[in-house]
């Protein structure tokens, strides 16, 4: 099916569900294509394609809403679905903020272009992909005997996506996304398994880094492990691997959304124009970034994307706002997700950071836990290193890292220019002061 063939299908099926009771209606007809690909012990382990067409359908009627899915793109099918949508949208309660967004908020410019479909997608065959994931399999163990086992895979996505709604707007995106990488396990002397990994994801299948480059970021990550133990407790300066960093964003993306404001779950409500964060941290949310893993020119409810400054030097700009939650707040919206998160960066790199650390942790991954947008409280676990004068002296693990959201921003005194590149969320290395750490 092409793009004018879902549009015309996504048209046909608005016009049906207004003939037969809605008031407003949204289509969504999307086409999807994923493979992947695990090699492991010098052979394939997995090999898995997969195609999924799918129409999505929102109904709105009489100030009442549902939401509906289908695989079976079948006309005569579809009507019989349309039908059953609307019938069963009346028997659910009113809400006076239920409706498509006011057509002013939707895009005048749909001809941007992003750069986010590598058209050469079809022309990758499985013996290729099963190339590369053997390559990566064979480069990890060439790195070192201590190495238990190593799993390499490869994946890639192929998508087109159409929207209509019956209020005016109508739009498409094709993209594809493409990710290699490993995990890799070790010997510890003391019986330990340590583990680490290497991945990347980019729009263009010849903007994936090399095997030798992903090989020796997991297995010197899993060396770098062995001989882990726990340190005291008590406060260190902290830096955060720019990979591992963005579970920190979401401390402050969660709380600016306009669901968490309306039910009083945030900590940031109220705080728009006020210094939440150190004056070192600029948030920007960037649709327009060509090839990122974000970009886009609409978001899922149809609205116009643009560039934003969400926090300037520490102060809160905008929040997140979806046309729903922004309805019952009275605000305008502004789209309440974030597409590509890029920041001020600052100078130096990750290395350059340790070197001026007199006692601290340095952070590679974190590890579960737990935080509360309401009152900003976190607590994670966390693997990683610790410093002495500058040095990387031994591995720790089993600790812990908590504090409140609106102390803990104010205590990041530089970030390095380092941002992740495989990853919609480009954030540097971060390094903070006095974090409380939890060990012995």
């Known amino acids: 099916m092409s793009k004018n063939d879902r549009l015309e299908l996504a048209q046909w099926a608005i016009t049906r569900a207004l003939k037969l009771g809605a008031d407003q209606a949204a289509v969504s007809i999307s086409n999807q294509r994923d493979v992947e690909v695990e090699f492991r012990d010098n052979k394939p382990e997995k090999l898995k394609e997969s195609t999924q067409n799918s129409l999505s359908l929102k109904i709105y009627t009489d100030q009442k809403y549902s939401y509906h899915s289908t695989n079976d793109m079948g006309k005569e099918s579809l009507e019989k679905f349309i039908k059953e949508a609307i019938v069963s949208t009346t028997y659910l309660t009113k809400d006076e903020y239920r409706s498509l967004p006011d057509p002013k908020y939707y895009p005048e410019n749909l001809n941007i272009e992003l750069d986010i479909l590598d058209k050469s997608y079809q022309q990758i065959d499985t013996k290729e992909r099963v190339k590369l994931a053997a390559e990566i399999e064979k480069a990890a163990l060439n790195i070192s005997d201590k190495i238990i086992s190593a799993t390499a895979s490869y994946s890639d996505t192929h998508f087109h996506l159409v929207r209509v709604h019956s209020n005016g707007f109508s739009a498409g995106i094709e993209g594809t996304s493409f990710g290699a990488g490993v995990e890799v396990t070790v010997k510890d002397p003391d019986g330990g398994r340590p583990a680490d990994w290497s991945w990347a994801v980019t729009r263009f299948f010849n903007e994936l880094p090399n095997a030798e480059f992903l090989a020796k970021k997991a297995v010197g990550g899993a060396l770098a492990k062995i001989g882990q133990d726990k340190i005291e407790s008590g406060k260190y300066t902290m830096i955060v691997e720019n990979r591992a960093a963005s579970r920190l964003i979401s401390l402050l993306t969660g709380p600016m959304t306009a669901r968490a404001l309306q039910q009083k779950s945030s900590y940031l409500e109220g705080k728009q124009g006020q210094q939440i964060a150190s004056e070192k941290l600029t948030l920007i949310d960037d649709p327009f970034i060509k090839r990122g893993l974000g970009s886009r020119l609409f978001d899922s409810e149809g609205l116009a994307v643009k560039r934003r400054v969400l926090i300037e030097k520490g102060v809160l700009k905008e929040y997140l706002l979806d046309d729903y939650y922004g309805k019952k707040l009275g605000l305008e919206p502004n789209s309440g997700s974030t597409s590509n998160i890029i920041f001020d960066n600052g100078s130096g790199t990750m290395e350059d950071m340790i ?64 941002p992740y590149p495989y990853s919609s969320t480009r954030v540097p290395s971060l390094l903070f002061n006095d974090i409380q750490f939890s060990g012995i």
């Not at 890292?401 to 609106?406: L, Q, T, V, Y």
């Open 355 to 418: 070197k001026d650390v007199e006692k601290g942790i340095l952070i590679n991954n974190f590890i579960g836990g737990n935080s509360n947008s309401t009152t900003g409280d976190f607590s994670f676990g966390i693997v990683g290193q610790f410093i002495s004068d500058g040095q990387i002296v031994k591995p720790v693990n089993e600790m812990n890292i908590s504090g409140n959201s609106e102390e803990f921003w104010h205590k990041l005194l530089k970030l390095g220019n380092d």
